[in-house]
């Protein structure tokens, strides 16, 4: 790939896979890129296109903005800011005029971060503009909860307003992997609704979409400051976990004019701008595609854009300067990409649950073309997998043997 004149640096704030992709696609244009939120015990803190940003608490604003200010005045220069969660895009956006005194941003409104972040904000939008949503209910009050159990048609997913507060309001007590939980019917909800509000969670419930897990849909896009799409891709995720409710895991680029349309439709209306993902899951019932939730962050797919020839972290960081990317899209054919480490993770879950064989599973590699984890030009993630990977098989292998652990369970889950 050749580099590029352009050498402003990027600050990035994130960590995990999403990190270490959005470093790789600006590191390999020559743009310096600073990460935020990492530790040398996550992948992405060990690119080499990383160059770490210590010293500070990675959860206080006030720090992080200081820090980043006093980073920015020694570089001499406004760096681009790019935010790989949810967390981040919140703190963000919600300090965003002092970030911007030092910093080139190029988020959504005020207004679209909020919708996005807040899942009932979210519902209220797409039922405000008949979009083609689930019904959902943001259990605020007590009044809220009666209304959703008289109303609802089960089964209902059960969700925390606030993806990226699930852990600090303890949602997932339910279950070490539950990210989503099904109640089948009222008397379900209401238990679940009683537990999950006792421990401080904000809930959504809405109404459960039919289908299997390879009925999940993302359009992955990046739009100027005009509200113009730049480049934009199609994936059909085939496994995702926490199975039947979580991130894709092993998934395709697929051409698909409903999605894009759709897609397009919900971003006009929130006149949206910078990097999103729309979430869609097919209704086996019906036939349609079923828009369940926004990303306006960088995703863990977008690693699969490079299946069609667009490296979206270079055109976000590229429009973020108010300059264009080059990008020459080539078609995908069927190849696919691999969160290997979270797939391997959701094969143990699909197995057991009788819908994916150890055969089935190694056949679905070949096709593979880009696994997140890999790259030639920057093996020390990968080798890092290796090592944490080999690591953990090994504690568990321990575990297994030692017969202090004998019938010791694993954290029970929801299943959905």
Not at 43 to 72: C, F, G, K, W
Not at 174 to 182: D, E, P
Not at 326 to 349: C, E, M, N, T, Y
Not at 369 to 381: G, N, Q
Request: aromatic share 10%; proline share 5%.
């Amino acid at each position: 790939m050749v580099a590029s004149d352009v050498t402003t640096p990027a600050f990035v704030l994130g960590k995990g896979i999403t990190a270490l992709s959005v470093v790789q696609g600006i590191g390999r244009y020559s743009v310096p890129a600073y990460l935020l939120g990492s530790n040398k015990d996550d992948i992405a803190y060990h690119s080499r296109y990383v160059t770490p940003i210590d010293r500070v608490d990675v959860n206080d604003p006030d720090q992080i903005i200081d820090r980043l200010r006093e980073m920015a005045a020694s570089l001499g220069c406004k760096p681009v800011l790019l935010c790989c969660s949810d967390f981040y895009l919140q703190m963000v956006s919600e300090n965003r005029d002092r970030f911007q005194e030092f910093c080139r941003l190029d988020l959504p409104s005020t207004e679209a971060v909020a919708t996005v972040l807040n899942k009932g904000l979210f519902g209220d939008f797409c039922a405000l503009n008949n979009l083609p949503a689930p019904r959902s209910w943001a259990l605020r009050t007590a009044d809220h909860f009666d209304e959703c159990k008289t109303e609802a048609r089960f089964p209902v997913a059960i969700k925390p307003v606030f993806s990226h507060k699930a852990k600090a309001e303890n949602f997932q007590k339910n279950g070490k992997y539950a990210s989503m939980i099904l109640a089948r019917d009222a008397a379900e909800l209401a238990r679940y609704y009683t537990e999950l509000t006792g421990y401080g969670a904000n809930l959504l419930v809405m109404e459960y979409i039919d289908g299997p897990d390879s009925e999940h849909y993302s359009y992955i896009s990046y739009r100027n400051s005009e509200s113009r799409e730049v480049a934009g891709v199609g994936i059909r995720k085939i496994r995702v976990f926490p199975i039947h409710a979580g991130v894709g895991t092993f998934a395709e680029v697929t051409e698909d004019a409903e999605l894009t349309a759709q897609s397009n439709n919900l971003l006009d209306k929130l006149n949206y701008r910078g990097i999103s993902s729309v979430c869609f899951k097919r209704d086996m019932s019906t036939g349609k595609l079923m828009l369940h939730e926004l990303n306006g962050r960088f995703p863990q797919p977008h690693s699969g854009s490079r299946l069609c020839g667009i490296n979206l972290p270079y055109v976000a960081y590229r429009g973020a300067l108010g300059l264009q990317a080059d990008i020459q899209r080539v078609p995908a054919g069927s190849r696919k990409w691999i969160l290997l480490d979270l797939d391997f993770q959701a094969f143990r879950h699909y197995r057991p649950a009788g819908e994916l064989s150890t055969v089935g599973w190694l056949k679905s590699l070949v096709r593979v073309r880009v696994c997140t984890e890999f790259a030639l030009d920057d093996m020390r993630p990968f080798l890092f997998f290796l090592r944490s990977t080999g690591r953990r098989l090994w504690a568990r292998l321990f575990s297994s043997t030692n017969p202090a652990d004998a019938g010791h369970q694993a954290p029970g889950r929801n299943k959905v």
